[in-house]
């Protein structure tokens, strides 16, 4: 059982905007900023969303993170098919102290 | 370009031991934090250690706390995890992960090394 909160599935159909959710605690959401990791598959994990809302050079703008209280989501619109992935939300958890991730969203593209 | 190349995966018994050694190259080791994630087979990321650029703080996951242990060579720009009392479910992706500064971000991850528990 994750410390981060995420639904284990999303989906949506090439050009639609689908949200990922991340739901977590004072001690990490809510006292710390959240990241985003895509994992293609096969691959390692990626850095999709820093910081809460800030992109790395080289991901799109369709990528798009935001943070309210201890929730955070994840958008991307106009879903394209090699956006399939798992995603996975993380911050670091004051009270522990440490890395803590959410469970992962299978995203998939119909 | 930034690489980390872990190594040192292989199938082992219950209750064994094993290191795992990362190669970083491409960037100032000595001036990044280093973790250690892990990923069980069709399982989600789970982050196990984490080791500060001197090397002075270390952090470990309650799931290793006691049987891993973390540990980096600066001259060498190595990472490494000592694992000890390996049981069936330490089976998993083992990833060298940089963190950028402290308690910010993983920004590199390397390819991973697979470790198999099993008699």
């Known amino acids: 059982q994750s410390v981060l909160t995420q639904p284990p599935s999303a989906s949506g159909t090439p050009g639609q905007r689908v949200s990922i959710s991340c739901s977590g605690s004072s001690s990490n959401i809510g006292s710390n900023t959240v990241n985003w990791y895509q994992q293609l598959p096969g691959t390692a994990p990626k850095l999709l969303i820093y910081s809460n809302n800030q992109r790395p050079s080289g991901v799109p703008d369709r990528f798009s993170g935001s943070k309210s209280g201890t929730s955070a989501s994840l958008a991307i619109s106009g879903l394209q098919s090699e956006d399939e992935a798992d995603y996975y939300c993380a911050a670091w958890d004051d009270s522990l102290p440490f890395w803590v991730f959410g469970g992962g969203t299978k995203l998939t593209v119909l | 370009q930034v690489q980390l190349v872990e190594s040192g995966g292989v199938l082992v018994k219950p209750g064994g031991s094993l290191r795992l050694s990362c190669a970083a190259s491409g960037f100032t080791f000595s001036d990044y934090y280093m973790n250690w994630v892990r990923q069980a087979p069709g399982k989600g990321l789970e982050w196990l250690s984490y080791?500060?650029?001197?090397?002075?703080?270390?952090y470990y996951a309650d799931s290793v706390k006691g049987r891993f242990t973390i540990s980096r060579d600066n001259a060498k720009n190595s990472l490494y995890l000592q694992m000890n009392s390996l049981r069936a479910e330490d089976t998993a992706v083992y990833y060298c992960?940089?963190?950028?500064?402290?308690?910010?971000?993983?920004?590199?991850w390397g390819q991973g090394t697979l470790v198999t528990v099993s008699s």
């Open positions: 992960v940089r963190e950028t500064y402290s308690r910010s971000y993983f920004d590199y």
């Open positions: 080791i500060s650029s001197s090397g002075n703080t270390i």
